[in-house]
Structure formats: C-alpha cells, structure tokens
C-alpha cells in the first residue's frame, strides 16, 4: 500500500505538502494540488482511516438510528444522510430501533463508546409513549453530540432538524376549506401518539376552529383493521367531502375504500395525504400529498451535525424544513 512517505519521494516534497495537499489546502498551490493529486491516483493511495483518527480523535463516522425503513419517509432520510455524508467524507452506521425503547437504548450504547462522533435520530414511538429519554440525555452528557429529526423530545436541548408539522397541515386544511368549499374534513392518523402526530392534528383543529367548523378525527392507532375502520366512517357519515391524512398510507386506504363505495374523487370526496416525492404512483387517482422533503432533512441532518463536530463553540439550532403541498388527482383544482 502506497504512503505518504512514499509520495513526498516521488514527487521532492515534504509529507506535510503532500498531505495538505491531499487536504486541498488553501497554503499549497494548485499545481502542487494537481501534480500531489494525479500521483496518488495513479498509485491508487487511500488514507489510512485509523491513523486519522488517532490523530484528529474523531472517527469520521456518524451514528443514524431510525425507527424503521419499511415507512419510505424514513428511507429516503437515509438516503439524504449516506449522500451527504459521504460528500463531506464521513461514513455512517445504521441502526434500526424497530419502534423499540431497548434497542433504541442498545444502540446509543453500543456505538457511544468511541465509535463514532455524533449520532443522528428520530426517536422511537414506545420512547414517546414512556416518555422516557434518559438515555439519550446521558449520551449528550458524555459529549457525543445527538441530533434529532422528525420526532423529538423537546426537553431536551440538542440540534433539530423538524419538518413544518402544525403549519403544513394548518395549510392543507385551509386550503380544502377555502379553495375546494369543503366543510366536513375527516381527518384519518395512525400517529395520533406520536410528537409529530400531535402537532398535526393541533394544526388541522385550529383550521377547523378558525372557519367555525366542526372537527372529525379518525385515530386508528389501536385499531387492528385499518381499512375496516376507515370504510365505516365513510359509510356512516356520507356528509364528510373531504379526507386528511397525517401520515403516509392512511390516505391511500381512503382513497380505495371511497372507491368501494362508489364515491366519486375528487367530486364527492377530496383526499390529501402525508407522503414522499413518488407517493401519488401508488394510488388512482394520484393522491395529493403533503411533501415532507425527507432527503432534504436528512442532507440538512448531516450537515448541521458535521458543523458543529467542527466548531470550536456551537450554538444549538432547530431548523424547520418547510413542507409542500403538492396537488394530484384526489383533490379539486382551485
């Protein structure tokens, strides 16, 4: 394996230029960059990690605990996470919590013992239900640093990064009350107990509220049969025009069982769900979603987190990923 000994003879140079070099340091010159550069490629030179690391102390490599990839929000975060880790060089571990306060436990310790700089998460639904988080607090006290996304816990100070969860169904309510003269909004959420599902239905209750209407709430958190649920509520209750859905499938089992009833989309019955880039290819009509921009928290995770591995002092931040309400087939056209 070639060295940076071996390059700074190849080349007359000092190791400390090559490796500055290497580093695109501002002090050396382009053409010392390039000649340092074109070597090292030819020789197929990789960087030894562990000597790094010995001594920069810092792994290069950042902790992602999720609570599970089966939902394609949380897939396409680690999607953002891997891409913008690997730009700014850095690799991740995964862990999955399986929506589990112990393996959530399990896999702050496994990985806090120096294997890796920081960690990036979203807390586990049983986390949220107990609400405990001792031990992600015990972390931050080690000095590893924790940044949270999507589902926080806010007594906790630490980084976040949160998409617009009030606002963005606030606007998506408003918006079926005053472009498409709905008046009976059915709002269906399997996340009611959730921090994220909370504040969704606070911002659909407050459109409601604010338009002298009547609310409507599905929750579907304890119930078994989920589709059953939701045709009954369309069957006992012809008079609701309009359904909301606060998470990502929830609003595609309306859309099929309106249909079961023979109810006409978007004419009788508008639907809008939460959802990702390619969320309308997997119901017809196209759903219209509430766009979370999951890749966009996870590049924006990783970068926040990075940052702040790389300052000397930090100042804690919550960023707020605006959502976007894209319109499909399911709902009228203002």
Do not use: W
């Not at 002090?27 to 020789?43: C, D, H, P, Q, W």
């Not at 931050?140 to 589902?151: K, Q, T, Y």
């Not at 002298?212 to 119930?223: E, F, H, R």
């Not at 589709?227 to 099929?256: F, M, Q, R």
């Amino acid at each position: 394996m070639t060295t940076l000994k071996e390059l700074a003879k190849l080349l007359n140079i000092s190791v400390s230029t090559v490796s500055k070099a290497l580093n695109d340091s501002h002090e050396i010159s382009e053409n010392t960059k390039r000649r340092v550069n074109e070597l090292a490629a030819k020789l197929n030179y990789k960087p030894n990690r562990i000597a790094q690391q010995l001594k920069t102390n810092q792994t290069k490599t950042l902790g992602v605990i999720l609570p599970t990839v089966t939902n394609p929000f949380f897939a396409e975060v680690l999607h953002g996470i891997e891409t913008k880790a690997t730009d700014l060089d850095y690799d991740i571990i995964v862990c999955l919590s399986d929506e589990t306060l112990l393996k959530e436990r399990r896999s702050l310790e496994l990985l806090s013992n120096g294997s890796v700089d920081g960690f990036i998460m979203a807390v586990a639904r049983e986390s949220q239900l107990e609400e405990y988080s001792e031990h992600i607090q015990s972390v931050i006290d080690s000095r590893v640093p924790v940044l949270m996304f999507d589902r926080v816990v806010n007594e906790i100070e630490c980084d976040k990064v949160v998409v617009d969860d009030f606002q963005s169904v606030y606007d998506a309510t408003e918006y079926l009350i005053k472009q498409e003269g709905r008046k009976n909004i059915l709002l269906v959420s399997n996340i009611e107990e959730l921090s994220v599902g909370k504040l969704r239905i606070s911002g659909y209750e407050k459109a409601i509220a604010d338009n002298a209407l009547k609310s409507n709430v599905l929750k579907l958190g304890s119930i078994e049969n989920v589709e059953e649920a939701v045709y009954k509520c369309l069957e006992d209750d012809p008079s609701i025009d309009a359904v909301l859905s606060i998470d990502h499938i929830t609003g595609i089992i309306a859309i099929n069982m309106a249909k079961n009833l023979k109810r006409s989309i978007p004419e009788d019955l508008s639907v809008i769900g939460f959802g990702y880039e390619h969320t309308h290819l997997l119901s017809s009509p196209k759903i219209s979603i509430i766009h979370q921009k999951a890749h966009e928290i996870g590049a924006m995770s990783v970068k926040l987190l990075v940052d702040s591995l790389k300052a000397e002092e930090h100042q804690l931040q919550t960023i707020v990923v605006p959502s976007e309400l894209k319109l499909g087939e399911s709902s009228k056209s203002s």
